[in-house]
Antibody, heavy 115, light 108 residues
Framework: EVQLVESGGGLVQPGGSLRLSCAAS????????MSWVRQAPGKGLEWVAN????????YYVDSVKGRFTISRDNAKNSLYLQMNSLRAEDTSVYYC????????WGQGILVTVSS | DIQMTQSPSSLSASVGDRVTITCRAS??????LGWYQQKPGKAPKRLIY???SLQSGVPSRFSGSGSGTEFTLTISSLQPEDFATYYC??????????FGGGTKVEIK
């Protein structure tokens, strides 16, 4: 059974940092591109970033470029999102999702940026 | 950037109705489009991939069509469990994936 489990969310002050993790099981993790997608409260879905199978390419939505870093550890079947210089508008549920086509999603983790 | 314009943003329908949701891409994306269903408090679930292929386990009342710039999701006979928000996603430009704005399907 495919499982993607996010962790590391919580409350952080504006300007602060947070690192999200996504633990994958039931898949050959190293065979897939992986993505992060977010959803602000009451809003639609927004793709944030993705990373190639071997980690050699990463792409980001403009609003997080220079602040967020996506990475992966294929030996640990894990995906990460390092979030720096957080803003109130980054408050969202963050999902990890499999592949370029986002065919399977984790349950999501809430990140709240507030003083 | 490829913009995805989804319509309508919401609709009211009754059980048994036929429902159609449309996504228009700002440029041609071949058939690199998926449709997702999201229920409150839950992660999205993919229903359709490659514009018209039904995801395994998804009821056959869901169907997708289109290619290029215009795409449609159809629910042939709306069921109570189908009341949810639906999104399209283009992955033709894999360096910048973009979603449609969503369509909330509500009970009339």
């Amino acid at each position: 059974e495919v499982q993607l489990v996010e962790s590391g969310g919580g409350l952080v002050q504006p300007g602060g940092s947070l690192r999200l993790s996504c633990a994958a099981s039931g898949i050959t993790f190293s065979s897939y591109w992986m993505s992060w997608v977010r959803q602000a409260p009451g809003k639609g879905l927004e793709w944030v970033a993705n990373i190639k199978r071997d980690g050699s390419e990463q792409y980001y939505v403009d609003s997080v470029k220079g602040r967020f870093t996506i990475s992966r550890d294929n030996a640990k079947n894990s995906l990460y999102l390092q979030m720096n210089s957080l803003r109130a508008e980054d408050t969202s549920v963050y999902y990890c999702a499999r592949g370029l086509q986002l065919d399977f999603w984790g349950q999501g983790i809430l990140v709240t940026v507030s003083s | 950037d490829i913009q995805m314009t989804q319509s309508p943003s919401s609709l009211s329908a009754s059980v048994g109705d036929r429902v159609t949701i449309t996504c228009r891409a700002s440029q041609g994306i071949e058939n690199d489009l998926g449709w997702y269903q999201q229920k409150p408090g839950k992660a999205p679930k993919r229903l359709i991939y490659a514009a018209s292929s039904l995801q395994s386990g998804v009821p056959s009342r869901f169907s997708g069509s289109g290619s290029g710039t215009e795409f449609t999701l159809t629910i042939s006979s709306l069921q109570p469990e189908d009341f949810a928000t639906y999104y399209c996603l283009q992955h033709n430009n894999y360096r910048l994936l973009t979603f449609g704005g969503g369509t909330k399907v509500e009970i009339k």
